[in-house]
């Protein structure tokens, strides 16, 4: 039905995650490549956000994409279709998050040498993915604007391990009862250093933002 | 700051769920207590459909909620002044979802004589509580609109197991991407079976249908 390749991702023998994941995280730097995982809630439009991101990006960077999903290649298949670059779709079994072994298990079939940044969608949850180190380089979430202001109250772990945090669809906050100032606080409370960026995946706005975050992110790796 | 009971729950000594879940259900079923397990995503309403669907019932059942975070307490404080209804909050100190034995944990608390329907409100998460059996008579989750309508064909598990789907937040339809046949189509696709109600818990339009669908599960358990 469609072209993407489905990998079936097996759970991690090793105990060790951490240690793992400091390996892989070791292997991409001398490889040049900067890993990026994606988190969020269940449709808060990671894949969307993606997409608009890698269109704003792939003339400058060799970009290829991880969809993580316990089933289906939906998102694998819209990002392929909607930005043109290489995109392949991780079955994770039923696991509701990636480690660093899994994660090993995507990049292993990418074209790392001629790749500068792999993206991970990590699986749509808000608590477990936060718990497992997937060896890379910087971690980033998505918080929508329909799911509330009060988030990075009950999710507390997801908040303090990112580096940026993306409000999605704000341009309907009219519609939803969102305080943005509250929202803000809320995770600086988590988080006094993370990077907040409001958007709308949909129509580009504040994704240029986000773009040139990500550039600075990954000169400074490449240093 | 609030007057809520909060409880601790530690994680379960017992590997066999399944067992746990079943011996919990038949005390339930002598004591005359219907458990309904609510499950979701983050932020996609199920304290405020709780709100709306007690306050239809609370004059017909006498009813409790058990709420399920990782952290705060904000949910069982809004629980209790909305509806004036004994509302504890259950702390599950990181984990991602509640078996049964940590449902037992928060019944005890609950003076389960004077109940006829204890509403359990799960963790925020479509993935690891659709694998836990925690003792309830009925599963029941909802999806909101802004998440979209290709949920059911990403967390097949979570959909499988729910006797009803609640679709949330209709009245945003118009803001949003949302095909309500084929969401219809992939909830059914999973669960041929599942009771689908729409609603909008802020309206409450929506909200007796269910309460009507619970009335008659209720019978139907008590005879």
């Given amino acids: 039905m469609s072209d993407v390749k489905v990998i079936e991702i097996k759970k991690s023998i090793f105990e060790e995650n951490g240690r793992e994941a400091d390996e892989l995280r070791a292997e991409l730097k001398s490889k040049g490549v900067f ?25 400058r960077l060799r ?13 694998a298949v819209k990002i392929k279709q909607a930005t043109g670059i290489e995109s392949i779709q991780l079955h994770t079994g039923g696991m509701c998050h990636l480690d660093a072994e899994m994660t090993r298990q995507g990049l292993e079939n990418l074209p790392l040498e001629d790749i500068d940044l792999a993206i991970l969608e990590n699986v749509g949850n808000l608590v477990c993915p936060a718990e497992f180190d997937t060896g890379s380089c910087c971690n980033a979430m998505i918080l929508s604007v329909p799911e509330g202001d009060d988030k ?31 929202c803000l606080s809320n995770i600086h409370k988590r988080n006094p250093k993370a990077e907040v960026i409001p958007i709308c995946a949909l129509s580009g706005e504040g994704v240029d933002r986000v773009a040139e975050w990500l550039m600075e992110r990954i000169a400074d790796w490449q240093k």
């Fill in 63 to 75: 970009i290829a994409v991880m969809e993580a999903d316990i089933d289906s290649d939906v998102d």
């Fill in 35 to 59: 890993l990026l995982n994606l988190m969020s809630s269940p449709g808060s439009g990671k894949t969307t956000t993606l997409i608009s991101l890698i269109n704003k990006l792939k003339s």
């Fill in 152 to 182: 990075a109250l009950k999710y507390p772990l997801m908040f303090s391990i990112c580096d940026l945090v993306i409000i999605n669809k704000i341009d309907v906050m009219p519609y939803f009862n969102f305080d943005m100032d509250k």
